[in-house]
């Protein structure tokens, strides 16, 4: 499983010109599913960016003093399966590496369900739809995860 999470001061997805979510401070997290992604994975996602340290201090001086969760941050969830694009051969990607749609949706919203858990403010997008997302990242600050990195030793 693939997340590439965005610290925003705001976030909005639409489909068909609707707004289907809408975050304040928080992030906001494209998510990817891979064939052999499991719960385990969904865990590894969840736990880390909940208790990631991306946000500053209240004082507002720049640094990574604070996770979502201290800060009572909104969570935007959608779901992209372009995270395993594989553009290693000819011009056009690949995405045979992306789950098959009803495994990755079912496992999209038990990642979904998860992040609800914690209680956060927690929109999503529509699952294999079209959307337009409008996103306002403070900093800018991108990081991604790669649940596959859990199995990794670390570096010394």
């Known amino acids: 499983m693939r997340s590439v999470i965005q610290r925003v001061d705001q976030a909005a997805v639409s489909v068909d010109g609707t707004t289907v979510g809408h975050i304040d401070q928080g992030l906001c997290l494209f998510i990817g599913i891979t064939h052999d992604d499991t719960e385990e994975d969904i865990k590894y996602i969840v736990d880390k960016t909940l208790n990631m340290r991306v946000f500053p201090e209240k004082s507002g001086v720049s640094g990574f003093d604070q996770s979502v969760q201290e800060v009572n941050g909104g969570l935007l969830l959608i779901s992209q399966f372009t995270l395993y694009a594989s553009t290693r051969k000819g011009r056009r990607p690949s995405f045979i590496d992306a789950a098959h749609k009803d495994v990755a949706q079912s496992l999209f919203e038990k990642t979904v369900q998860a992040f609800r858990c914690s209680g956060l403010h927690t929109e999503t997008g529509v699952f294999g739809a079209s959307m337009q997302?409008?996103?306002?990242?403070?900093?800018?600050?991108?990081?991604?995860?790669?649940?596959?990195?859990?199995?990794?030793?670390?570096r010394r």
């Not at 409008?134 to 800018?140: C, L």
């Not at 991108?142 to 199995?151: A, K, M, P």
């Open 133 to 154: 997302v409008k996103i306002d990242n403070a900093g800018p600050f991108t990081i991604l995860l790669d649940s596959s990195d859990r199995n990794r030793p670390r």
